[in-house]
């Protein structure tokens, strides 16, 4: 098996307060206002079958930029708010690339949050990659947390792997704790752009990558490590890194049908 070639599909966007991007702003009014940041989902294509990575946002976002508002206090503006249209689910934007869901050797999920797997419960007979620490993380939370989670289901065709692992040859799975306690991040080595890291949510933005701005994350620490770590893999591969909802260079991004 041979990796063929990576594709960047968009799948909606999301808003969030500029606080979580840089928690340093949190209580103060330059935090408030909500950044869009553009959602992906990624497409390998090997020699054997498609691999995607991630799933986008749940459905029941379609429509709804306030599906997320604390329903406690409704006169509050939310701080998530999804933008998300019909085209923008994970079966549409595979129907764009001539592929429906029993068509993936896998689906790699990288985080159970919202906009990264809530379109799983679409591949109920696909294998789904996932960290087992993502996993039993999050089926030891409360039932009440496990509820407002409604995207997440437990009864597909889950793929545990430990730690870092390669998957198939030219796509490498990274354990990235932090940002939740089974991040993944994935390294793609492709024929046409070389190796490309994928952060995931390890990094929103080159800023965090770069700078080490604090963003929203379950574990400071972790993430600081992290980071770190896909800086040594970035250098020893010689890896472009993409990150995970980076708006600057979200403007130079080539979507698919273009390949990498």
Known sequence: MAVKSLSILPVGRCGVANWMLDTRLQGTEAGRPIVELPVWVYLIETTDGPILIDSGMPDECIGRPDLLADPDHPEESPE????????????SA????KLAPNDLLCLVSTHWHFDHAGGNRHFPETRVVVQRTEYESFFSLATEEQSEAFWITSDLRYDFVDGDVELVPGVHLISTPGHSPGHQSVLVSTPQSGNVLLTIDAAYTGLNYEEGIPFTVIDEGMTRL????LKYIAKDEHAFVFYGHDTVQAKSVRPFPAHY
Request: glycine share 10%; net charge positive.
């Open 80 to 91: 998530i708010v999804p933008q998300m249209g019909a085209g923008d689910s994970i079966v």
């Open 94 to 97: 595979l129907a764009r690339a």
């Open 226 to 229: 992290s980071i770190q770590k």
